[in-house]
């Protein structure tokens, strides 16, 4: 099933999915309740990344039609990053918004993200670490301190004015997405951080939203193996973008 491309779609949520048969169900009801509540029009794009169990098919089936839905699937496992620019590429919204299939971050929380957008901002991200957060669920403690170590590394070398990069829930601009994600380089975890690093390069506004938060201890996320990548990818975000800079002035970074 593929939704149109059509001007009068508001927002398009986009969720990677591996491996996701479980648990996609619950997370894909929440999205179809939430655009059943709103009263603009929303697609749903979800972008199977080389799973082997029923990922695809399930969420086929859960949303049906219910809701305008893209299922791209990718061949082979290309990781989180590769299946997020995917989706954001193939998006018709007016706004785009990319998500976990877990749902870590419920979805209604969407509403204040898009407020940021109308208010002014090009880019818009959930945040677990700026007042007005609420972790609900914690994360097991050597987890979360490696995750803070991880941020407070991207903090100090790359992005001096933003506190959470990892927080799967990010919303932007049709045309800064465009624009955004045309350049990222990045297909492993660390590529939200270079999304952020090519926003501020471009010189898009980044409003960091306090968000609800729930740990989900099935998360894809593994620290030994993916720890030093993460690291290392950090170190060469900048390299790869010395070079980038606006494009032109304030015009050419305003709405849709």
């Not at 509403?111 to 007042?131: F, H, N, Y």
């Not at 997405?177 to 590529?191: D, L, N, P, T, Y």
């Not at 990818?233 to 305003?254: F, M, V, Y």
């Amino acid at each position: 099933m593929v939704a149109s491309d059509n001007n009068d779609i508001y927002l398009s949520i986009v969720i990677p999915a591996y491996n996701e048969a479980s648990r996609i169900g619950s997370g894909l009801e929440q999205v179809i309740d939430y655009a059943g509540q709103r009263t603009f029009n929303s697609e749903l794009i979800v972008v199977d990344d080389g799973s082997s169990d029923d990922t695809a098919d399930i969420a086929g089936q859960v949303v049906a039609n219910r809701l305008p839905l893209q299922i791209l699937r990718n061949p082979t496992n290309q990781g989180k990053g590769y299946s997020v620019r995917r989706g954001v590429l193939a998006a018709a919204g007016q706004y785009v918004g990319f998500v976990d299939a877990d749902m870590s971050t419920p979805i209604s929380e969407a509403d204040k993200l898009l407020a940021a957008l109308e208010a002014g901002a090009q880019v818009a991200i959930g945040s677990r670490a700026v007042p007005g957060a609420l972790v609900e669920q914690h994360q097991p403690w050597w987890r979360e301190k490696a995750g803070k170590l991880f941020g407070l590394f991207t903090h100090l070398v790359l992005l001096p004015d933003i506190y959470d990069s990892q927080c799967g829930f990010k919303f932007f601009t049709r045309v800064a997405a465009r624009e955004i994600f045309s350049r990222q380089k990045v297909f492993g975890w660390a590529f939200d951080a270079e999304l952020l690093y090519i926003a501020r390069r471009l010189g898009y506004t980044i409003a960091q939203i306090p968000v609800r938060w729930i740990d989900d201890p099935e998360t894809k996320v593994k620290i030994l193996r993916d720890g030093p990548r993460m690291l290392a990818d950090i170190l060469r975000i900048r390299a790869l973008h010395q070079d980038l800079k606006p494009a032109g002035g304030p015009e050419n970074l305003s709405h849709p």
